[in-house]
């Protein structure tokens, strides 16, 4: 199903879900099925963008992380809240990005059960090739937003964020 599809199909099913359940937020509940939409429709247009290319969109960020360092290395927690994804799923990636040579694993230095990642020659290498292949792929994402559109969808994005968090902590999980 493609994206305007998906935009149909919510136009045509917010009003029989607000008849359905009309103590659910119609306006909030449109918020989140649209942000839904946008996160699956840009995960399916990268993911193949990167199978073109041998990677997935998790390590290729995890790698620019790991370039971007002052030392090319982090923590697995750190990269796995500056990639917004899990621990485990995280975990995972490292695996691989060992396995395939483009990271290695070092126990710290004052505490050997924190492991640091650092990236490998290779691991640059593949993270700098990627780059030069994506850089239109990513300017497409956003090809029919203005600057100022784009300004604004990325405050508001930030709003939404935060909100997010603030949200998790006033209400509390309730599922």
């Known amino acids: 199903m493609r994206g305007i599809e998906r935009l149909r199909s919510v136009e045509r099913s917010t009003e029989p879900l607000a008849h359905a359940l009309p103590e659910l937020p119609k306006a909030e509940t449109v918020l989140i099925r649209l942000i839904r939409i946008a996160a699956y429709g840009m995960g399916d247009?990268?993911?193949?963008?990167?199978?073109?290319?041998?990677?997935?969109?998790?390590?290729?960020?995890?790698?620019?992380?790991l370039v971007a360092s002052k030392e090319g290395k982090a923590s697995p927690s750190e990269l796995s809240e500056l990639v917004g994804t899990s621990r485990a799923?995280?975990?995972?990636?490292?695996?691989?990005?060992e396995k395939e040579g483009y990271v290695r694993r070092q126990s710290g230095k004052t505490d050997g059960r924190r492991n640091l990642v650092i990236i490998t020659k290779q691991?640059?290498?593949?993270?700098?090739?990627?780059?030069?292949?994506?850089?239109?792929?990513?300017k497409n994402t956003f090809a029919h937003l203005t600057e100022d559109e784009m300004a604004t969808l990325d405050h508001l994005l930030r709003?939404?964020?935060?909100?997010?968090?603030?949200?998790?902590?006033?209400?509390g999980s309730i599922l």
């Open 45 to 65: 247009y990268f993911l193949q963008v990167f199978r073109d290319l041998g990677l997935t969109e998790i390590p290729y960020h995890a790698l620019c992380i």
């Open 89 to 97: 799923n995280m975990t995972k990636t490292i695996a691989l990005l």
């Open 123 to 138: 691991g640059k290498d593949t993270a700098n090739r990627i780059t030069a292949s994506i850089v239109e792929p990513i």
């Open 159 to 171: 709003k939404c964020i935060v909100s997010f968090d603030e949200a998790k902590l006033t209400s």
